[in-house]
């Protein structure tokens, strides 16, 4: 099915659905799905809405300027994709490869819907799947010393390739505030733990230190402070005292992966709606 989906927040007040339900009626939209929250805290209404564009009469081009008036009269922040349009994914990873594996997997079966024009890298070690999968593999190496200059060139690809979305994928580095500022919820990263616990390094170290029955790992937006972007997708698994640092390693993998792949298939999808550092993930 060819569809448009639309994502809108703003404050609250009624006669919003009706307004964007008449709009899109007035142009002969099949609604296909439709899904709402209303923050009270905050209050926000947030939704998604998607209809197939058919017979929808109303071209595209004009979409913009045709919906702004009812944009402006309930100061909403929005925007529509086509399904037809699939973004440009970009790859980081550097030596473990279970997520990238994952998500090249996830790829080919058609289960994400984009192009992956290339994988970068601070190692080699990944070379091998991303001949398999036919996708371009690029190392650029990065040190203390160097890191102004990898993501020149990181970036100097990125912008090349056109891409819409990075994904981090046990990606082990830091990334630039300046970097992470010119992809804007654009960036998708898997920590290996259940955030706010255990942020930064090592963390299935400090949680069979601390002696705990779950771990969890998290999939979140990147922002400029290291592990503490709006959260995405998250998923727990128990564990007990038999189990050593090498079982949790191998149990977390299997999380991470799942975990990433979930996160990345609700942006490319358009299900997320980010707000006052929170996330609305639509079904």
């Not at 919003?16 to 002969?28: C, D, E, G, K």
């Not at 079982?247 to 707000?275: C, P």
């Amino acid at each position: 099915m060819n569809t448009a989906t639309l994502l809108i927040s703003c404050p609250d007040r009624k006669g919003l659905s009706a307004a964007i339900a008449n709009f899109l009626y007035t142009y002969n939209a099949n609604i296909v799905h439709s899904d709402q929250h209303q923050d009270e805290t905050e209050n926000l209404f947030l939704m998604r809405v998607e209809w197939d564009v058919t017979d929808f009469s109303l071209d595209m081009s004009a979409f913009a300027a045709a919906f702004q008036p009812i944009a402006d009269r309930f100061q909403m922040i929005w925007s529509v994709a086509l399904s037809a349009c699939r973004p440009k994914m970009a790859i980081f990873v550097s030596k473990y490869d279970h997520c990238l594996v994952d998500l090249l997997h996830r790829h080919k079966s058609g289960e994400l819907r984009c192009d992956i024009p290339l994988i970068i890298s601070n190692h080699e070690d990944c070379r091998g799947l991303a001949d398999y999968y036919g996708i371009p593999y690029h190392v650029i190496t990065v040190t203390k010393d160097n890191k102004a200059e990898s993501e020149q060139a990181q970036h100097a690809l990125l912008e090349t390739s056109q891409i819409d979305l990075i994904v981090l994928a046990r990606y082990m580095q830091v990334l630039s505030h300046e970097f992470t500022a010119s992809y804007p919820q654009r960036i998708i990263n898997i920590h290996h733990s259940f955030l706010p616990a255990f942020e930064g390094a090592k963390p299935y170290h400090r949680a069979f230190a601390r002696g705990v029955k779950l771990i969890g790992a998290t999939s979140h937006y990147v922002t400029e402070v290291l592990d503490d972007g709006p959260i995405i997708e998250q998923d727990v698994m128990r564990i007990s005292h038999r189990d050593d640092i090498d079982m949790l390693i191998q149990k977390g993998r299997d999380l991470e992966r799942m975990v990433l792949s979930r996160a990345v298939r609700a942006h490319l999808e358009n299900r997320i709606l980010v707000y006052a550092k929170k996330t609305v993930i639509f079904s």
